[in-house]
T-cell receptor
Framework: GQQVMQIPQYQHVQEGEDFTTYCNSS?????IQWYKQRPGGHPVFLIQ?????EVKKQKRLTFQFGEAKKNSSLHITATQTTDVGTYFC???????????FGGGTRLMVKP | NAGVTQTPKFQVLKTGQSMTLQCAQD?????MYWYRQDPGMGLRLIYY???????DKGEVPNGYNVSRLNKREFSLRLESAAPSQTSVYFC??????????????FGNGTRLTVT
């Protein structure tokens, strides 16, 4: 079955520092989605990556999809306290037709 | 436009009791899902429905049943609750029939405790 690992599990940063979370799959992916969940909240869709090597930006957030379509990353530049939450990747390998979620990276930002 | 609505928000059950979690979406989406999230963990898919009239098992279906009542509503039933089913349950929907290819819209969750 599909194996996906998201690292790190936790990250404490000082406000203004950068942050990166990685999602690594053992199989080639069809596409990958990223979600953010604030403490006590529900997951909210951020973005979907489909093409090999794709890079997408949303203000201070940069999303990348690896050339082999087996890994992806989310980078936040100059973190703010509003970035606090857990970031999940949701890879789709087109087998079994389900969207599964990585374990998430919990980001904590010290003001 | 409410999006995805889940009821109840909180529930406490005793072991062996049954209950149904309700979910409704008003976005005319085709696919609907039930996930559970245990403390500090990711989301695990329980059941999904790619379209009205169809349901399929996800990663952790044991102990649950679902009904896709119509296009709007997808319910999750616990026939005999167990403490291991203490979790936060999220319902989600997406426009596509092709699962995994369009964004999921989540409800606010149901926090279930089984004692």
């Amino acid at each position: 079955g599909q194996q996906v690992m998201q690292i790190p599990q936790y990250q404490h940063v000082q406000e203004g520092e950068d942050f990166t979370t990685y999602c690594n799959s053992s199989t080639t992916l069809s596409n990958i989605q990223w979600y953010k969940q604030r403490p006590g909240g529900h997951p909210v869709f951020l973005i979907q990556l489909v093409k090999s090597g794709e890079v997408k930006k949303q203000k201070r957030l940069t999303f990348q999809f690896g050339e082999a379509k087996k890994n992806s990353s989310l980078h936040i530049t100059a973190t703010q306290t509003t970035d606090v939450g857990t970031y999940f990747c949701a890879p789709n390998n087109n087998a079994g037709n389900m969207l599964t979620f990585g374990g998430g990276t919990r980001l904590m930002v010290k003001p | 436009n409410a999006g995805v609505t889940q009821t109840p928000k909180f529930q406490v059950l005793k072991t062996g009791q049954s209950m149904t979690l309700q979910c409704a979406q008003d976005m005319n989406h085709n696919s609907m899902y039930w996930y559970r999230q245990d403390p500090g963990m990711g989301l695990r898919l329980i059941y999904y429905s790619a379209s009205e009239g169809t349901t399929d098992k996800g990663e952790v279906p044991n102990g649950y049943n679902v009904s896709r009542l119509n296009k709007r509503e997808f319910s999750l039933r616990l026939e005999s609750a167990a403490p291991s089913q203490t979790s936060v349950y999220f319902c989600a929907s997406s426009p596509a029939y092709d699962l995994g290819r369009s964004p999921l819209h989540f409800g606010n969750g149901t926090r279930l405790t089984v004692t």
